[in-house]
């Protein structure tokens, strides 16, 4: 199992407690202070983005949040159950400008995000999406210098 | 920390002053802020960003819809920023070529192009 594991309702006021969260652990797991603010935004954004796909498909379900530490490196996984349909298929059902909107939003997140990160994976599906960021890790005796 | 909004008239300019955490949560705070400075015929916006301390994607969208919308009355939106970690955002985004960034307030507010 994931070292912390974060289950949220998909409201906007709590995404600050992920990023709380987050920071704090992948800290306590050895991620380099200069690139914490990094990890705070990401994930934030990455939350924000799941988010907005619940509430824009009705989903009550939390969004999830992994926090994991692995040998050499920490990972975070952020995942929605939102039926991640083409562009096209979105649009679909009249509100088209809407759909533009947050569309060009959702890609904005993700735009900050892969400039942020280097190791970063995004799978979508039917059944939901997950967003896999990938942060080195300190051995212990470097972060002792 | 919650958002915090001041604003103040220096010339013809109207300056606001931002301050906390700009994300999804509180930025319709500040896009309601804006919007209504727009409305009151407040075309000229120095958004000062020297007391934020955390701004995402939302925050950026708010900026640019704030930006759309004094442009659309021949406006202007300037940005004061020097803060490393909030100025990487607008470069990683591209931003940085959609808003002039200043240093001061004084420097903004005295800006023309």
Redesign the interface.
Same mark, same amino acid.
């Given at each position: 199992m994931a070292t912390v594991e974060l289950r949220f309702s998909a409201l906007?006021?709590h995404? +600050?407690t992920a +990023?709380l969260v987050a920071a704090a652990v992948a800290r306590r797991a050895g991620v380099d202070e200069a690139v914490l603010?990094e990890v +705070?935004?990401a994930v934030?954004?990455a939350?924000?983005r799941a988010?907005?796909l619940h509430q824009s498909n009705d989903i009550t379900a939390p969004v999830k949040v992994a926090l994991i530490e692995e040998e050499k490196q920490f990972s975070i996984e952020v995942g929605d159950e939102a039926p991640h349909a083409a562009p096209a298929e979105r649009v679909a059902g009249g509100a088209a400008a809407d759909a533009d909107v947050e569309a060009?939003?959702d890609e904005?997140?993700l735009?900050?995000i892969s400039?942020?990160v280097d190791d970063v994976e995004v799978t979508t599906g039917a059944s939901g999406g997950l967003i896999r960021m990938t942060w080195p890790t300190a051995p212990p005796a470097a972060a002792l210098v | 920390m919650d958002l915090s909004l001041s604003t103040r008239t220096v010339g013809d300019r109207t300056v606001v002053e931002v301050g906390g955490e700009i994300d999804v949560y509180t930025a319709p705070k500040l896009r309601e802020q804006l919007v209504e400075l727009v409305n009151d015929g407040n075309f000229h916006l120095v958004v000062d960003m020297e007391g934020v301390d955390f701004l995402d994607s939302t925050g950026l969208g708010v900026l640019v819809g704030g930006l759309k919308r004094v442009r659309a009355h021949e406006g202007s939106l300037r940005l004061v920023c020097n803060q490393e970690r909030i100025l990487k955002i607008f470069r990683i985004t591209g931003l940085t070529k959609v808003f002039p960034i200043h240093t001061s307030v004084e420097e903004a507010v005295a800006a023309t192009d």
């Open positions: 906007p006021e995404v +600050r +990023r603010d +705070r935004l934030g954004e939350c924000s988010v907005g060009e939003e904005m997140g735009a900050v400039g942020l | -």
